[in-house]
């Protein structure tokens, strides 16, 4: 046996090299993470404001639903009225400011103390100058108001319909076809769930 031969006993193993790191090596990268993580973030923050936002809206078609399902009953029916009257007053929105009661004032001072002047807010007169909240409306001013916050066209009797809804004696609530009480449910249901609100 040749010595010069080298035995597997003198056999070293080879160094590997250090591990590649996954992590940025540059700051770039790590400032383009926290960019992502923070748009991330405020995706998520939006959302969930939207969702806590748009809660009147589904507990309203939640209820909508309930009335759809005894559609038959004439109080259901003298329902939706009252249904699209509170999802107008539980709309966010700034638009509006109530005037010409003593609640409508607190809430005029309260909540739109940053939309109007003190000037200006003092030289209107309180009984008609400042437009009213969707409670104070009816008929043409509560179509008009329907209409502006949906995206499509409704009935042109709309309003018209909702207050036979609300006032019409119980004969001819009942007299009204299953299709005509079926279309002011949708109507009803196509407007809560598309109305828009400023944001």
Not at 170 to 189: E, G, H, I, Y
Request: aromatic share 8%; net charge positive.
């Amino acid at each position: 046996m040749n010595p010069n031969i080298p035995s597997i006993d003198q056999l070293k193993e080879l160094a590997l090299p250090a591990p590649v790191s996954y992590a940025p090596q540059t700051w770039g990268w790590w400032l383009l993470l926290a960019v992502l993580i923070l748009a991330a973030l405020l995706l998520g923050l939006r959302r969930y404001w939207q969702w806590r936002r748009d809660r009147y809206r589904r507990e309203a078609l939640a209820r909508l639903a309930q009335l759809r399902g005894r559609s038959d009953d004439l109080n259901a029916l003298r329902e939706l009225p009252e249904l699209l009257k509170r999802t107008a007053l539980s709309m966010p929105t700034r638009s509006w400011r109530w005037s010409a009661s003593p609640v409508g004032a607190s809430l005029l001072a309260k909540t739109s103390a940053h939309a109007i002047p003190r000037s200006t807010e003092t030289a209107l007169s309180p009984a008609g100058s400042l437009p009213q909240g969707p409670a104070a409306l009816g008929r043409d001013d509560w179509q008009e108001f329907l209409q502006r916050h949906c995206k499509n066209r409704l009935p042109a009797d709309f309003s018209t319909q909702l207050a036979q809804l609300a006032y019409a004696p119980d004969p001819v609530l009942r007299a009204l076809p299953a299709a005509q009480r079926q279309m002011l449910f949708d109507s009803c249901q196509y407007w809560v769930e598309h109305h828009h609100v400023a944001a």
